[in-house]
């Protein structure tokens, strides 16, 4: 596989972290120690929050602000930011933050990390905490007018909820508007095809020109993370994550088995390991069938060639998905220490009708580069619009093909090895323009590497003894990790880093469960990609994120 240059490291208590010595670098802002499985932390003042995570940012080169966990205890409020490095995400620190329950008040990560703005949104919206000097704090999944914090304790779950009409406001802000200009206030969707789900984009003209962006979501939040805290770790929770990014299933289910793994210290047999890697690779195949044809779909309305070459292309991949697993969208397939059951019989031809598809994708990929890749429209709509400079991608917590696209050389399956990734061959793709056209790129030719990584699994299961096909490992029937344990484990989803926080209460349900959505943090981005550009290229650059409405809701 390829491979870069890290920095030589001592490993940490719990993970292969770097020795931090945290309390040397940050001095008397630090008030104790709070580490946790796979990364040390450190408790902080509320009113430290700023220059502890720069000089986390600047001097140790925690540059990537990946997740913000909010959460209250009988005695306290909390927040959690999960840190990583672009260049080592094996490196990781997690910064606590308590807050009184009299005044839950911290200062904002935003100026840190701009990423930090809609997770400290989301932590305001469902928690109740409140983030001084930030520059928008308003709900942000649930309708502005809700009544209270559903997951602050004082929240009465049983109450009925009246929710009011907000009076109508005028869009236009004062440094946006002008005499001299002919601004215009834009509705695009909740319900418009190219907002590629239920999302309502707020976009400000003036004349062509996109000036303002606001992204409104929010339409379809389902409280995952809360019907994940009320199920148990063994059994109830894993049907859940393929109703996130439901393009990508098993991605999403092996996040939250990676994350329960670790927390109840399960071992995966080494057979299993393979069978997920082929399953997720698989599901990211069809991730990115549906993203491309898609997308030809928004830009220049190409149905009859490109859009159904690529619902055939995933069709076949979904007959694939659900010969293994016995469903074709809700797989619920992987199991905590494994997976369900083996390939399915006979084997040899669940191997063999693989292979007729692997062996039939080259030249599928080449009918795709005709259709798109050298067409002279595409590219007049794709190249040198919505560029997304690789800061602003860091900045904003950006991670997959987003990221990728704009030259950030950043994939866990590599740099954090899970499953059988690090045993086999295989390149992580990366393109330097960063604009709506190399986001197209990294994906196409992330299907030809998802296509040999499922090659090479193949050839691993047909070869593998048949007195050693071990698919679980041996797994207590009911799990209560220990109390007050918490980890943040994260895989290398179809659209960038999903990732899952867990705080055990001692009980076969978790006190804290909290998901990272990849496209959660790439849709922020918007405003900085779309402003400047003009209409057709806010559409172009809302569809090159490739985003999943159910997981950015969740």
């Known amino acids: 596989m390829s491979s870069r240059s890290t920095l030589e490291s001592e490993p940490a208590a719990g993970g292969s972290n770097r020795e931090l010595d945290l309390e040397g670098l940050l001095g008397e802002t630090?008030?104790?120690?709070?580490?946790?499985?796979?990364?040390?932390?450190?408790?902080?003042?509320?009113?430290?929050?700023?220059?502890?995570?720069?000089?986390?940012?600047?001097?140790?080169?925690?540059?990537?602000?990946?997740?913000?966990?909010?959460?209250?205890?009988?005695?306290?409020?909390?927040?959690?930011?999960?840190?990583?490095?672009?260049?080592?995400?094996?490196?990781?620190?997690?910064?606590?933050?308590?807050?009184?329950?009299?005044?839950?008040?911290?200062?904002?990560?935003?100026?840190?990390?701009?990423?930090?703005?809609?997770?400290?949104?989301?932590?305001?919206?469902?928690?109740?905490?409140?983030?001084?000097?930030?520059?928008?704090?308003?709900?942000?999944?649930?309708?502005?007018?809700?009544?209270?914090?559903?997951?602050?304790?004082s929240y009465d779950q049983e109450g009925s909820q009246i929710v009011t009409l907000s009076e109508h406001a005028n869009p236009l802000a004062d440094d946006e508007h002008d005499a001299a200009t002919d601004t215009m206030f834009l509705n695009i969707g909740p319900h418009h095809p190219s907002t590629h789900g239920v999302m309502h984009v707020k976009a400000v003209l003036d004349g062509e020109t996109v000036i303002d962006v606001d992204p409104d979501i929010g339409y379809i939040h389902r409280c995952e993370e809360q019907l994940c805290q009320q199920g148990t770790y063994r059994h109830q929770i894993m049907p859940y994550p393929d109703r996130w990014d439901w393009m990508s299933g098993l991605c999403n289910e092996w996040a939250y088995a990676r994350a329960a793994e670790?927390?109840?210290?399960?071992?995966?047999?080494?057979?299993?390991?393979?069978?997920?890697?082929?399953?997720?690779?698989?599901?990211?195949?069809?991730?990115?069938?549906?993203?491309?044809?898609?997308?030809?779909?928004?830009?220049?309305?190409?149905?009859?060639?490109?859009?159904?070459?690529?619902?055939?292309?995933?069709?076949?991949?979904?007959?694939?998905?659900?010969?293994?697993?016995?469903?074709?969208?809700?797989?619920?397939?992987?199991?905590?220490?494994?997976?369900?059951?083996?390939?399915?019989?006979?084997?040899?031809?669940?191997?063999?009708?693989?292979?007729?598809?692997?062996?039939?994708l080259p030249a599928k990929i080449d009918e795709y580069h005709d259709l798109l890749v050298t067409n002279e429209i595409f590219q007049r709509r794709c190249i040198d619009t919505g560029v997304l400079e690789p800061e602003t991608a860091k900045a904003y917590g950006c991670t997959g093909p987003v990221a990728r696209a704009s030259g950030i050389d950043y994939d866990l399956r590599r740099d954090d090895p899970y499953g059988y990734y690090d045993d086999l061959e295989w390149d992580v793709v990366t393109e330097p323009d960063g604009d709506n056209y190399s986001r197209v790129l990294v994906r196409m030719r992330e299907v030809e590497e998802s296509a040999k990584l499922v090659e090479q699994c193949l050839d691993l299961l047909a070869e593998w003894p048949e007195d050693e096909r071990t698919v679980q490992s041996n797994v207590p029937r009911t799990l209560k990790p220990e109390s007050d344990t918490e980890t943040y484990r994260a895989v290398e989803g179809a659209k960038g880093e999903l990732g899952i926080y867990i705080r055990a209460d001692g009980s076969e349900t978790p006190a804290r469960f909290k998901i990272r959505s990849p496209c959660f943090s790439n849709l922020s981005v918007l405003p900085e990609i779309a402003e400047g550009e003009y209409i057709p290229d806010l559409v172009a650059a809302i569809g090159s994120l490739d985003c999943i409405m159910g997981e950015v809701d969740r």
């Not at 602000?65 to 009988?74: D, F, I, L, M």
Request: glycine content about 4%; overall charge negative.
């Open 30 to 153: 630090v008030l104790s120690r709070d580490d946790h499985l796979n990364a040390p932390g450190v408790v902080i003042r509320p009113d430290d929050v700023q220059a502890v995570l720069a000089t986390l940012r600047d001097e140790a080169g925690f540059d990537h602000c990946s997740c913000v966990t909010a959460q209250e205890y009988p005695d306290r409020f909390e927040t959690i930011y999960h840190l990583k490095s672009y260049d080592d995400p094996t490196r990781e620190a997690s910064v606590v933050v308590p807050t009184p329950t009299d005044e839950p008040v911290s200062e904002s990560a935003e100026p840190v990390f701009r990423t930090a703005e809609w997770h400290e949104r989301e932590a305001y919206d469902l928690v109740g905490l409140e983030y001084e000097d930030h520059p928008d704090l308003r709900r942000i999944l649930l309708p502005e007018t809700w009544q209270g914090h559903p997951l602050s304790r």
């Open 262 to 360: 670790d927390l109840a210290d399960l071992e995966v047999p080494e057979y299993a390991q393979v069978i997920r890697t082929m399953g997720a690779e698989l599901s990211r195949l069809a991730s990115h069938f549906i993203s491309l044809g898609t997308y030809a779909l928004d830009v220049f309305g190409e149905f009859t060639a490109t859009f159904q070459y690529a619902i055939r292309d995933r069709e076949l991949v979904l007959e694939l998905l659900e010969d293994l697993t016995g469903q074709r969208m809700m797989y619920n397939y992987f199991r905590l220490g494994g997976v369900a059951w083996d390939l399915p019989e006979p084997r040899a031809e669940f191997i063999a009708e693989t292979r007729d598809f692997l062996d039939g």
